[in-house]
Nanobody, 127 residues
Framework: QVQLVESGGGSVQVGGSLRLSCAAS????????????IAWFRQTPGKEHEGVAV?????????YYAASVKGRFTISRDTSENTVYLQMNSLQPQDTAMYYC???????????????WGQGTQVTVSS
């Protein structure tokens, strides 16, 4: 069983930055993190979760970003730390949400369903 634990959320002013971390643990977590799709999603009350950033597995990983965050957010993976990061710059009030990391895509859609989810970390951006 793989566990994902997010951290790094908080409250920032408009234009500020945060770096979210997602630490993976459990049997097979290092292999899963390095060889499968990993992603960050976010959700606000009353709305469905929204895909923010995705990274494919393997040595040459591909990255995908939602249009709303492209150029501001960067997903990365540190294999030595068994951790996935989301660097968020130029934060705006509309980025306020609970952010979740996820691992192991279960379908063909990079923005679709994932097998493992963290518990979430709250990001609040105020003006």
């Amino acid at each position: 069983q793989v566990q994902l634990v997010e951290s790094g959320g908080g409250s920032v002013q408009v234009g500020g930055s945060l770096r979210l971390s997602c630490a993976a643990s459990g049997t097979g977590s290092r292999y899963i993190l390095n060889n499968n799709f990993i992603a960050w999603f976010r959700q606000t009350p009353g709305k469905e979760h929204e895909g923010v950033a995705v990274m494919s597995g393997g040595i040459v990983a591909r990255t995908y970003y939602a249009a709303s965050v492209k150029g501001r957010f960067t997903i990365s993976r540190d294999t030595s730390e068994n951790t996935v990061y989301l660097q968020m710059n130029s934060l705006q009030p509309q980025d306020t949400a609970m952010y979740y990391c996820a691992a192991v895509r279960t379908g063909d859609d990079a923005w679709g369903e994932y097998e493992y989810w963290g518990q979430g970390t709250q990001v609040t951006v105020s003006s």
